[in-house]
C-alpha cells in the first residue's frame, strides 16, 4: 500500500499556530494581564488604607491644623489688622497736620488734646503700614529738630517701596550722616539716592546737587565735576540743573 504525502503537513505533536488558536491564547493572556492588574489595584488600595489607619491620627491632625492655620488668617486679617489700619491711618493725618506746620515736637510726640503723634503710633501700630510710614516722618521730624543720630535711626527702620520712598531714605541717611560729619557714609548714600530716584530728576537732581557739593568739600574735584555735569546732562529740568553752571564754571577753571 503506496504510503501518504506528508509534505506540507505539520509533524506529529506540533501545536497548531491558526488564527483560532492565535486567539485564543491572546485572549487568555489578557485575561492573565486583567487579572495581574485587578491584584495590583486592591493591593495598592489594601495599602493606603493600612496606610491611613496606621497614621490616621497624623493626617488628621496636619489637616486640622492647616484649617486652624488658614481660619486664623482670615480671622487676624478681619477682625484685627483691618480695623488697626483704619485707625493708624486715621492718627496718621492727626499727625501730618502737625508735621505740615512745622510743629516737628508735636508731630512726633502728640500734643495735650490726646492726639497721637508718630511715636505713638509706631508703639501702637508699628505692623500697619501706617506705623511704617510714621518712621519715616520721624526721621524727617528729628532731622529738622538736629536730632541726627535719632533721624538716622527711624530712616535705618523704615522699610522703603515703591518708586520714590527709597531715594528719600537714602537722601535722609546722607543728611545725617552728612550732619554727622561722617562724609564717606554721606555720599555713599547720596549716591544710592541718586541711583534709587531712577528718572525722578527732581529727587535725582536734589540729590546730585548734594553730592556735588559734599564732593567738593571733601576736596574731591573731578568727583564733583562729574557729579554737576551729570546733573546738567541727565536732569536738565531739575530746579537745582540751574546751580550746577557755576559749579562747572568753577570747578573746570580749577
Known sequence: MAKKNNIGRRPSGTPATGRRNATKTNTAGSE???DDELVNVVEVRDQGLDFFERNRNLIVGTVLAIVAVVVGIVIYQTFIKAPAEKNAAAYLQQAQSAFERDSFSIALEGD???NYGFLDIIDDFGSTKAG????YYAAV???NLGKFEAAKEWATRFDADGALL????AGIIGDAESELGNNAAAISNYNDA???AG???VTAGYYLNKLGQLYQKEGQNDEALAAFRRLKQDYGRSPMAGEADKYIVMLEGE
Open 199 to 201: 528718572e525722578n530728576y
Open 194 to 196: 541718586v541711583d534709587a
Open 166 to 169: 527709597p531715594a528719600m531714605k
Open 32 to 34: 492573565i494581564d486583567g
Open 132 to 135: 511704617n510710614l510714621s518712621q
Open 112 to 114: 495735650a488734646l490726646g
Open 141 to 143: 521730624s528729628y532731622l
